[in-house]
């Protein structure tokens, strides 16, 4: 199976698709675009409206989607990747593949926490963190990007470590709080190098996540100030409600809900973004792999559950787990627009659902079944192995899997 883009692969690639029945565009402000088809060129988003608009003629591959919805491939802002598609936390083999089949077409590491025997002094975490960087540049389980390379960082580094570490390619720290540094003083001065060199961070939020990490509270979480306040929601256990509160309020950095935190405190801090105007900060992540196992559906469940119990249109939820951390991460995909990485879900409600529609089935709860998947213009993925079987799916009329 070949993970490289198809422009990297050598030779030009057109990809046609038409008959699509709804277009997700991923952007909070404009999240159902008009039109039918989309042009790819290259793994890249050409063109997207009315078939008759666009120059579909001479495409090598060509889906025709049956009326199905078509959305950004959804993005897992929250994962703890260890060694190619295996994890040693539930000792599995294929869980990121597992998650394609859940609509994931990116995934964003924060900290290859799980690696046995993983180095805690300096030079061995952050060679750690290159190697993950380069490990996960170079493999793609499934073609799924995975962002890697995030460095636990610990107490006794030096701005030059971080320098060094944004020279050498790592782009991401680690959760703060997982490591040595748990206090706001060291963990602000740091998170500051780290921003300084363009690398950037999540920190870990609300109780001990495993034996042997710590208690993160909302003082440490405003005082350090990363650039994503990672599960608000808990990984398990989640702040009170008024220190989500206080942390919504008290800044205006990510406010990420992940699938291994508490769902009350999810419902919550969506409330509270929604109260205060400012759902565009808020993303998805499932935590995986967890002491709650690994989700492939995490974030198709987490995007069900927030539109369901959120009282959320189903179209902006989808924005949290594709659009909303495309801005967030700085990534070139996650959004259905000219120019951006050509990774799409297709969706359709799941046969038998209650809801009339796509959208109407997520907003009474049910999880959508995913068609076929398509990342930098190539098709990955048929019908689901994971999801409950989609009413319609797409037709692959011309070219092949990659
Ligand atoms: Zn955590």
Redesign the pocket.
Known sequence: MAHDAPAAAGGATKLAIRNIGLILSGDMQNPILAGDSVLVENGRIIAVGKAKDLDLEGADTVIDAQGTALAPGLIDS?VHPVAGDWTPRQNQIGWIDSSLHGGVTTMIS?GEVHMPGRPKDIVGLKAMAIFHQRMYAAFRPGGVKVHGGAPIIEQGMVEEDFADLAKAGVKLLG?I??GGVKDGVNGHKMVEWARKYGIQSTI???GP?IPG?GLIDKDVVLEVDADVV??ING?HTALPDSQIRCICEGCKRGLEIVHNGNERAALYTLRTAKELGQLERVILGT?APAGSGVQPLGILRMVSMLSSLGDIPAEIAFCFATGNTTRMRKLDAGLIQAGMSADFVFLDKAQHSAGKDLLDSVQLGDLPGVGMVVIDGVPRIQRSRNTPPATRIPDLVKGKLG
């Open positions: 929250h924060a959760e709080g997982l870990h939020t609300g996540s990490s990672g599960h990984g935590d």
